[in-house]
């Protein structure tokens, strides 16, 4: 072998052996991911795909329900499930990192809000907490949500109204189900779950997905039903 064919050789060798001794890190991958990323626009690749949301509204304690207002005030975990076409990536590449954990205000969410909110200031969530991205382009976002939404007394309910039902609107508040769409992510969101506080406990609940026709927009309704106790959890 010439003496150039020799020198090449270990310019190849040296030169790979310096490109894959850089171990890829956390700020690496995250400088690819949002290289030209736009957050205000959703995260499709083609225009007329559809960003699918999974939802589901998991109340961990009533803070008041208000039997003159007929409104009820809870605190939840709101979880969203959505993809986003952009943030792929090899785990393998990556020393295999399987996650990523960023604020929530670095990426486009889902404008997700409650119709039935009383007053405004409740239609939102209000706290922003970090969102996990996975290798596939799968985010997860669970933020602690406030609600406090309108209430009536069930039919056949006593005369103290002791009873209510409480349906919870969720929505997109601007984009319709040509652009994003609801789905319910667990049929029975408090089949083995009871959340008492003082004075009232939760019966049960329940999601259904359905498309509000009049403006377009993909909605769910989650109904809450609670009562005076002493009652006993649904097993």
């Not at 509204?57 to 939840?76: H, N």
């Not at 239609?123 to 939404?149: A, D, E, R, S, Y």
């Not at 919870?168 to 319910?184: F, H, N, P």
Request: proline share 6%; charged share 20%; with cysteine.
């Amino acid at each position: 072998m010439s003496a150039i064919g020799i020198s090449l050789l270990l310019c190849f060798v040296i030169g790979t052996v310096t490109a894959d001794g850089h171990k890829k890190s956390e700020s690496d991958l995250r400088r690819a991911l949002f290289y030209r990323h736009d957050k205000l626009v959703r995260p499709v690749k083609d225009i007329n795909d559809v960003v699918d949301v999974l939802v589901e509204m998991a109340p961990i304690g009533i803070k008041d329900v208000d039997i003159k207002d007929r409104t009820l005030k809870l605190d939840t975990w709101l979880f969203m499930q959505w993809e986003d076409q952009h943030f792929t990536w090899n785990p393998a590449e990556y020393g295999g990192l399987h996650q990523l954990n960023l604020p929530a205000s670095e990426i486009w969410k889902p404008d997700i809000a409650i119709y039935t909110a009383t007053p405004d200031e409740y239609m939102l969530p209000k706290v922003h907490t970090n969102v996990v991205l996975l290798p596939n382009g799968t985010v997860i976002w669970v933020p602690p949500f406030t609600v406090k939404t309108r209430c009536e007394p069930t039919e056949g309910a006593s005369d103290n109204q002791d009873i209510f039902l409480c349906s919870i609107k969720l929505g997109s508040w601007t984009y319709d189900v040509s652009r994003l769409r609801i789905l319910e992510r667990n049929q029975n969101i408090l089949q083995f779950i009871c959340h008492f506080n003082n004075n009232y406990v939760t019966r049960g609940a329940y999601g259904t997905p359905y498309n509000l026709l009049c403006h377009y927009k993909s909605q769910q309704i989650i109904q809450e039903r609670y009562s005076h106790p002493p009652l006993f959890c649904p097993i």
